[in-house]
């Protein structure tokens, strides 16, 4: 299959503070991997550097996506090259309606891959389409932007932005966090559903619950920086049981 | 000055659209509902001065000012609005917002004074400001006076920058900075412009404001 993401020997900092300390790691088409890790150890932190958070410093390594060299690109563009991070903690932006933040999004990457705006009619239907993936049924086209959502609804909203957006790699960062049981299904069948041959997902957790509901081809451990251990799916229970301890990390 | 009366249960709406200084007073009578629109957004140099007085002389008035200030290249304005509650059963909203980038400067004063014969008055004030440049400045001097006991009133003020997390959410999701920028802004202007009654206005309104923008 074919490489989507190639990271070699990343280290980036914030704060004049290295946070990623040599990371190396290959996503292929049709790939889910997870990483997993203790607090703190930079999951996050791997999410944003790869998205093209401003705030952090690439002081060491490349990062090559579809062929191209990732870091030389603005978020935007990387965005619209198919690279979607969902947030651990999703923004808030009061006064921006779904409907017009979702049509500005879709047509830029459309215009980037040299298509036509959306017809106005196409949109609603895929806006309505996709809402049923995540049950969100007729709560979000006059809505503000996650505002006032519960945690829940903030996290089936990162699902429903993917699959309106349809990206090669989604990073998701904690999507299971906060959600109860019943979410947490939606939210793991409409990954599931999206899920094709030609694209890939990068989870990031530490719970091994989500795990159950999206089954991982590899899973990582992250740790201080790095990456210090990789394995298949059981590596899930062995975690679960044992801790990170028996790792020495 | 130049003073209007709003008569015994009147609706007046005001629209004050790029205007030069003026000293306005308004009195209202007893039922009396009045909303005033200032919005500023043509000037990119010289100074204007702006004084709103707004007397609430009989019951149950209801008075509402919009300002909404874009102020650019090296416009200087001023705004001053008091109102006065001089009985009771009033109520009060003033929305004041501000944008400001290149050089311009904006000094806002805001009064609202409870007279001691004012009870169960619910008056509000709103100001928030917007820098989107280093070298804008805006000064804002809130300030309410209260000499009655049984009332409701407050006021809040801030001032900052674009939200950076929002931005680089947006452009996670592939709008380039000056869309999600403009699209910050012109939310943060339209809570002055959807009161508008007349849709027609509205739109062109938010239409100008977004090309002004794009070009700021
Ligand atoms: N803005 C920041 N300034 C300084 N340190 C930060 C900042 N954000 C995160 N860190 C530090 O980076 C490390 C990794 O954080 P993060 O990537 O969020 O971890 P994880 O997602 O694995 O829990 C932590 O030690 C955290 O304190
Ligand atoms: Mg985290």
Partial sequence: MNELLHIEDLHASIEGKEILQGINLTIREGEIHAIMGPNGAGKSTLGAVLAGHPSYEVTQ???????????????EQRAREGLFLSFQYPVEIPGVSMVNFMRAALNDKRAYE???????????????????????????????????FSGGEKKKNEIFQMAMLEPRLSILDEIDSGLDIDALRIVANGVNALHKEDNACLLITHYQRLLDYIVPDYIHVLANGKIVYSGGKELAKELEEKGYEWLNI | ????????????????????????????EKGSALRLFFIDYSNIEGENRFRVNVEQKGEDCRTEIYVLSFLRGRYRQHFTSRIVHAVGNGY?????????????KGDFAGDVVLSPN????????????????????????????????????????STGQLDESALFYMQQRGLSFSEA???????????????????????????TLYSILQNA
């Fill in chain 2, 181 to 207: 920028r403009d699209m910050l802004v012109l939310s943060f202007m339209s809570e002055c412009i959807e009161p508008i009654a007349d849709v027609a206005q509205r739109e062109d309104l938010m239409h």
């Fill in chain 2, 92 to 104: 009060s909203r003033q929305i004041i917002r501000y944008v400001l980038t290149d050089e311009a």
């Fill in chain 2, 1 to 28: 000055m130049v003073e209007h009366i709003i008569n015994s249960e009147e609706k007046r709406d005001f629209l004050f659209l790029n205007p030069q200084s003026q000293d306005l007073l308004f009195r209202q």
């Fill in chain 1, 114 to 148: 040299g298509k036509e705006p959306i017809a106005a009619t196409d949109f609603l239907k895929l806006m309505r389409e996709k809402k049923q993936l995540v049950e969100m049924a007729d709560k979000l086209n006059n809505r503000s932007v996650n505002e006032g």
């Fill in chain 2, 118 to 157: 004012a009870q169960h008055i619910d008056a509000q004030q709103s100001n928030r400001n917007l820098l989107l440049s280093n070298t804008a400045t805006i000064r804002t001097r809130p300030c309410l006076e209260i000499y009655a006991d049984d009332v409701k009133a407050s006021h809040g003020s």
């Fill in chain 1, 61 to 75: 390594g490349k990062v090559v996506f579809r062929g191209k060299d990732l870091l030389s690109m603005p978020a």
